[in-house]
């Protein structure tokens, strides 16, 4: 574009190597006034990454620079100067061979294309397919995190929130929880906004690992000393109505039914996958008494949410709990935001039970964010990089089609003047801007591809090579491509046909 101001510097006396150097200077510049706004974004970025990182993830931020250190910043400088060299030393050389006599001689608009495809428009598909491998990547970690939520979604309602409660080391080390569960209830209970309450051995998501029991099915042949082991939770009745974990079969036993258990959906799939589960007796290990399984609820997953939900046997806490309960969880179900009823929540636990230590106390919203530090950790990341590339395609595409609308003015006041419209006009730069973003999107396709078989450890509940992502990311960029095109469009139907054959 600046092939006459150059021509003109040489015709003074300027060397090629002067013209050269002026051009790389003008780079630098433009490189380091970049460097410093992306130094300050990063600062900023990383700043409001650190204020939003889960509570637990501690040992994660200690081996992810959360600031600029010497070594970020060198590496940042360098990353500049290499950039400068490659993408500024080029250009510079190519304008340092520019003939003087012939770029004086024509007009500039005049001169025809050497190629029909440029180097920036090659830029810009790469930039285009790099986009998209990153947006596919960004789809792949976003909904691996929203299916590891789905699979807590019991347990991750809006309107829940957690208790630990923990006697140990406090004057009721010795009886426990149990003497004073029924006034803690009811003492909750009472608060305003607050629909149910529950208390439980422990609760998917937020609670502490799971107890094990050994059991024997009544009627089933066995040698003997074959015992199978399940997990357990010890909760009272309204465990199942606080959570809003759905009974399938049957009811929830009551709360001093010794007799009597529920038992997960996984649990009656496994051990009576011939019949109805309903009804069966189980023998647990040193209880006096077979328990016969009255109801049947959804699986949960409680520790493990990648796994798939393992069976479980849901007893009656009060009932079935052999010795003093040092700790539980207490199940609170409010009717607006828990967060609003956590204070007096804790203020009525402490009135009935003065120095008990309350460990934690969470929405479920925030257990479950603290249960996948590492996922929403690589979905943000995911996300911010692919927001990135998708600006940086948008930015390159509008540089390259602004930049043709200039260069062709002529040719486009041209066309208006034998009588071309101005939507002709808006569909000439349209089309090709539509043409450089349908070859990136073809090119990244096998980037995309690798990249998801690269992070396919890290995912689940999808394919790293899922069409819905890929497609996705391509509807987003083609947006991007047309957002980006449109101002230049429009400016192109707003080219005056006189003044512009008229410019030199």
């Known amino acids: 574009a600046r092939r006459r101001e150059i021509a003109i510097r040489m015709a003074m006396g300027a060397s090629r190597s002067r013209i050269a150097r002026l051009l790389l200077v003008e780079s630098a510049l433009l490189t380091i006034v970049g460097t410093v706004v992306g130094l300050a974004l990063a600062r900023l970025g990383t700043g409001l990454l650190s204020h939003n990182l889960p509570g637990n993830v501690a040992p994660l931020a200690d081996l992810i620079p959360l600031r600029a250190t010497g070594g970020i910043l060198g590496f940042t400088i360098a990353v500049s100067a290499i950039c400068t060299i490659l993408f500024g030393t080029l250009p510079a050389l190519r304008a340092a061979r520019t003939d003087a006599r012939e770029s004086l001689s024509r007009e500039q608009s005049a001169r025809p ?33 929203r299916n590891l939520e789905r699979g807590a979604s019991a347990f991750s309602d809006s309107r829940l ?17 149990q003497p004073l569960r029924a006034d803690i209830v009811s003492r909750v209970r009472s608060v305003p906004d607050v629909r149910a309450v529950a208390l439980a051995y422990t609760t998917p998501v937020f609670g502490r690992a799971r107890a094990l029991e050994q059991f024997t099915i009544v009627g089933r042949e066995s040698t003997p000393g074959d015992l199978t082991e399940t997990d357990v939770n010890f909760a009272t009745p309204e465990f199942f109505a606080a959570t809003s974990l759905p009974i399938l079969l049957g009811r929830v036993p009551a709360e001093l039914e010794h007799d009597a258990v529920t038992v ?13 589960a309903l009804g069966a007796e189980l023998v647990i290990l040193g209880r006096p008494r077979a328990a016969r399984i009255v109801g049947v609820v959804a699986d949960a997953r409680y520790l493990e949410l990648r796994e798939p939900a393992r069976p479980i046997v849901y007893l009656p806490l009060t009932a079935w709990f052999r010795e003093s309960l040092g700790a539980a969880n207490l199940v609170v179900r409010t009717a607006g935001d828990p967060r609003n009823a956590a204070l007096s929540v804790r203020d009525a636990i402490m009135r009935v039970a003065p120095g008990i230590r309350l460990r934690r106390v969470q929405t479920a919203e ?20 692919g927001i990135l590339a998708l600006l940086l395609a948008g930015v390159g ?46 090119l990244g396709v096998l980037p995309a591809i690798a990249l998801g078989r690269a992070f396919a450890a890290q995912l689940y ?3 790293p090579m899922d069409p819905r992502v890929v497609v996705g990311a391509m509807a987003v960029l083609a947006i991007a491509a047309l957002v980006a095109s449109l101002g230049p469009g429009i400016r192109a139907a707003r080219v005056d046909p006189l003044v512009a054959i008229r410019t030199d």
């Open 113 to 145: 294309r050497k190629t029909r495809w440029p180097s920036d428009r090659i830029l810009v598909v790469v930039q285009v397919g790099l986009a998209l491998a990153l947006l596919s990547t960004t789809g792949l970690m976003t909904a691996t995190l």
């Open 161 to 177: 929130l957690f208790v630990d409660i923990d006697t140990r080391s406090t004057a009721y080390q010795k009886t426990g929880i």
């Open 264 to 276: 997960s959906e996984s649990f009656a799939k496994r051990f009576f996958p011939r019949r109805d």
């Open 366 to 385: 925030q257990a479950l964010a603290e249960a996948l530090p590492r996922e929403r950790l690589a979905a943000s990341l995911a996300l911010l990089f």
């Open 397 to 442: 595409l509008y540089g390259v089609v602004s930049y043709d609308v200039t260069r062709r003015s002529k040719e486009i006041g041209i066309r208006t003047a034998l009588g071309a419209t101005a939507g002709d006009a808006v569909m000439l730069v349209l089309r090709d801007a539509a043409t450089m973003c349908a070859i990136g999107l073809m």
């Open 461 to 463: 509940g999808i394919e």
